[in-house]
């Protein structure tokens, strides 16, 4: 008698685990092309730019959002042109003293915006914006 309830329970835990796993299988990825990102306002002055991030998808999103603030991680310049590296490309550990910027992320539910400001003296160095997202 022991043993017969001892084999449903295993059974009925197996069930169970395999339509966890079977349905964990079946979440489909976020669509990211409904999320976006504008840049609000610009002041050349202050070396400031708003920007605006809407989640236009129908789940919650997670933003790497390290440098959002300012100063960039990186600047690339070349003749008329200033990239703001807002996040690292590769994660790189640099020295002194041997660290990568930390993962840190903002949530954005689903329908939600968030803004902020980014500042970098560098700002001031810009005649035209052209903004190019990386996904």
């Known amino acids: ?6 084999k449903r329970i295993v059974c009925i835990c197996m069930v169970l685990l395999l339509a966890v796993a079977k349905g964990h299988g079946a979440i489909k990825p976020t669509d990211v092309s409904k999320v ?7 002041s050349k002055r202050t070396g400031l730019l708003h920007w605006r991030i809407t989640n236009n998808s129908e789940d919650g999103v997670y933003i790497y959002n390290f440098f ?8 690339e310049r ?19 003293p ?5 993962l840190v992320l ?11 400001d980014f500042v970098d003296p560098e700002v001031k160095k810009v005649i035209k914006i052209e903004i190019i997202v990386e996904k």
């Open 106 to 116: 903002t949530f954005v539910r689903s329908g939600g915006v968030i803004e902020g």
């Open 98 to 102: 041997d660290r990568v910027a930390p």
């Open 68 to 75: 959002l603030l300012g100063g960039a991680y990186n600047i």
């Open 78 to 96: 070349s003749p008329g042109r200033l990239i703001f590296d807002t996040s690292p490309i590769i994660r790189m550990a640099s020295c002194p």
């Open 1 to 6: 008698m022991k043993g017969i309830k001892m």
């Open 36 to 42: 976006k990102f504008e840049i609000t306002r610009f």
